[in-house]
């Protein structure tokens, strides 16, 4: 059996080739000193990462914060920081020209959605509260402009849960003057958008929610040009969406938007923004539809990356572990070299561009219900790379038949645990891995019959103290119908049919509303 499972790996291996290159993975710092989910992390001059608010759970609902912690990447420490005069969550923050943060709106902690702005002081460690808007919103967007270093707040909504209502309305603030003056309307109002500044200055607005219940999600896009104060209308997405991420890729200056949710349909599908022809092409799609997740830019052996991390595949409860890489010569994804140390959501990544050029994850929630201290860093490692295949003893095979599925780990004599997923299902958790003959590992999961239809199979190898985790690459499991009866899905209980519930109404949107009410 063993000499069965190391030819089959090599053989997936040789079949589905895996860019380890790329083998950098995800190491755990110490924790933060206060959870917390849906906050801002931004990576200051000093090198340090300043964490800001976000929310906890309590009896079901989100309550915001007011603390902050600050992590240090030359000592891998997190010490907590000074606290804003107002607790917020589902806000903005930015880093002006000169070293400060400008904090912008959000919700604070009765509920209320907040105008009002703070701006932090690296030298003085201290918040100072700075003029207002002229309109309370959260799930807006924040942009530096160059070269006036002005902040762009644009759209957002009035509601704490970002669904009601949304903001065509855009506002600037001067951080010399400390005023505000209006914006130019957006063609479109939108709140969980995104704004990406463009090279030139413009800023391209993506995706979103219109708001209320007869809301939609548009596919057109908008430029605001800062000269003229304007916004007019860009090129087409293939899919409206909200949820997603945006990525300004250096070179050529295009931007990279991933996943997000259009009530409850989550995608995988990328696109691509050309700011010279304003047009949306479609590129790679990633192995696993995602919202709420992270993604930051990374390099690794002088090749950049896009690192896209956690999130989740539905809008029922729940969270992503695994992470991805999006290789900008080829347009195509593989997997990050290994799962994260923790599954979450609406967490935050901030690349320290100024240091290591690693990627730090912090906080988020567990897809249960936990808001998370947790955080990691991906990057190198001292570990050995591995490479985790599947394979399957039938395929395929027909409903009502046990199929039984193997992996095989390759590196320097891997021990821990293996946990086989079918998409964002589990399937076998937590099993342990022997060694083979060949100095790799070998484990097997033995599920119930699997329902009609295809099912997208993945391993995922947590690692070792010697050996990097690792994930594998799908493996299509093909069940026929044959005539036979369909194995009964489990029935939704508790937050999973509130969550699933939320998705048909149109609830799941952003930050805290992607799964409380």
Same mark, same amino acid.
């Given at each position: ?15 589905? +080739? ?125 942009? %530096? ?35 505000w003056s209006a914006g130019g309307a957006m063609t ?88 010279? =022809? ?9 192995? %696993? ?17 896009? %690192?896209?991390?956690?999130?989740? =595949? ?8 695994? @992470?991805? %890489? ?8 593989? +997997?990050?070299?290994? /799962?994260?140390? &923790? ?27 936990? @808001? ?13 790379? &591995?490479?985790? &295949? #599947?394979?399957?003893?039938?395929? /395929?095979?027909? #409903? ?16 821990g645990t293996v946990t086989f997923y079918d998409g ?24 119930? /019959? ?32 044959n005539g036979a009866a369909a194995v009964p899905a489990?029935?939704? !209980? ?21 799964? !409380?009410?």
């Amino acid at each position: 059996m063993r000499f069965f499972l190391t030819v089959v790996a090599t053989l997936l291996l040789e079949a589905f +080739p895996v860019d380890f290159a790329l083998a950098d993975g995800f190491v755990a710092t110490p924790p933060m000193p206060t959870a917390r989910e849906t906050h801002t992390a931004t990576e200051l001059n000093t090198h340090k990462v300043l964490v800001v608010g976000g929310e906890v759970p309590v009896s079901g609902s989100g309550v915001s914060i007011a603390t902050t912690a600050l992590y240090d990447p030359a000592v891998n420490t997190w010490v907590a920081g000074p606290s804003m005069g107002t607790a917020r969550s589902g806000h903005t923050a930015v880093l002006l020209n000169g070293g400060k943060v400008l904090v912008v709106g959000g919700v604070d902690n009765t509920g209320a959605v907040l105008a009002s702005a703070e701006v932090y002081d690296p030298a003085a460690n201290t918040w100072t509260p700075v003029a207002s808007m002229s309109q309370a919103r959260t799930c807006h967007t924040a942009t %530096l402009l160059v070269p006036s270093n002005k902040v762009l707040i644009a759209g957002g909504s009035s509601d704490r849960y970002c669904y009601l209502n949304a903001f065509a309305s855009s506002e600037i603030y001067d951080p010399v003057a400390n005023t505000w003056s209006a914006g130019g309307a957006m063609t479109i109002p939108r709140v969980g958008h995104t704004a990406t500044l463009l090279l030139g200055g413009s800023v391209l607005a993506a995706g979103g929610f219109t708001g209320g219940n007869s809301g939609s999600f548009p596919v057109q896009t908008e430029r605001y040009n800062p000269t003229t104060n304007t916004w007019s209308a860009s090129g087409a997405l293939s899919i409206g969406r909200t949820g997603h991420t945006a990525t300004f890729l250096p070179g050529n200056g295009s931007v990279l938007l991933t996943g997000g949710q259009a009530f409850a349909n989550v995608t995988a599908v990328a696109e691509i923004y050309n700011p010279t =022809t304003t047009t949306w092409e479609l590129t790679g799609s990633m192995a %696993l539809q995602r919202h709420h997740h992270t993604a930051s830019l990374y390099t690794s052996a002088g090749k950049t990356y896009v %690192l896209v991390a956690g999130g989740n =595949t539905t809008t029922f409860m729940g969270a992503l572990a695994s @992470a991805e %890489l999006y290789d900008m010569t080829t347009g195509n994804w593989s +997997p990050a070299g290994g /799962p994260m140390t &923790t599954a979450r959501i609406v967490h935050a990544s901030t690349q320290l561009y100024l240091s290591s050029g690693k990627v730090l994850i912090s906080g988020g929630n567990d897809g249960i219900g936990t @808001a998370l201290a947790s955080a990691e860093l991906y990057g190198p490692t001292s570990a050995t790379v &591995t490479v985790t &295949t #599947v394979s399957s003893a039938t395929n /395929p095979s027909h #409903v009502g038949q046990a199929v039984n599925f193997y992996t095989n780990v390759q590196g320097a004599a891997p021990t821990g645990t293996v946990t086989f997923y079918d998409g964002a299902a589990v399937l076998c958790a937590n099993v342990t891995v022997a060694e083979d003959d060949t100095f790799n590992s070998t484990a097997g999961c033995f599920p119930p /019959p699997l329902s009609a239809g295809s099912h997208n199979i993945t391993v995922v190898y947590n690692g070792d103290a010697n050996n990097a985790g690792s994930t594998s690459a799908i493996l299509v499991q093909v069940v026929n119908p044959n005539g036979a009866a369909a194995v009964p899905a489990p029935a939704l !209980r508790g937050w999973g049919l509130a969550m699933l519930m939320m998705g048909l109404g149109g609830l799941a949107l952003g930050h805290r509303r992607w799964a !409380r009410r």
